[in-house]
């Protein structure tokens, strides 16, 4: 059974930093792009970083500059080092896979809050 495992979330106060990690299962063929998206409540679930198998990265504006995506294809695990998080960053965060044949995958989301 395909299966993501995020992990990381919590509460944070501002300036402060999280890393999330997600683990996918060996049953998903030829993972492509690994990401994050976000959502926030009373909004639409948004991107908010994701990097390919070959390492290129993309972001989204509001999260350029303080937050990290990186890989590691052996273990088939995607991070999310989150710096400098602000208000605006509370939201529930979910992992992402989508394969080369592009089959997409979600995980079952992980909560992140940011407050004083």
């Known amino acids: 059974q395909v299966q993501l495992v995020e992990s990381g979330g919590g509460l944070v106060q501002p300036g402060g930093s999280l890393r999330l990690s997600c683990a996918a299962s060996r049953s998903i063929f030829s993972i492509d792009v690994m990401g994050w998206y976000r959502q926030a409540p009373g909004k639409q679930r948004e991107l908010v970083a994701t990097?390919?198998?070959?390492?290129?990265?993309k972001y989204a504006d509001p999260v350029k500059g303080r937050f990290t995506i990186s890989r590691d294809n052996a273990k088939n695990t995607v991070l999310l080092q989150m710096n400098s998080l602000n208000f605006e960053d509370t939201a529930v965060y979910y992992c992402?896979?989508?394969?080369?044949?592009?089959?997409?995958?979600w995980g079952q989301g992980t909560q992140v809050t940011v407050s004083s």
């Open positions: 992402n896979v989508r394969n080369v044949i592009s089959n997409t995958y």
């Open positions: 990097i390919t198998s070959g390492g290129s990265t």
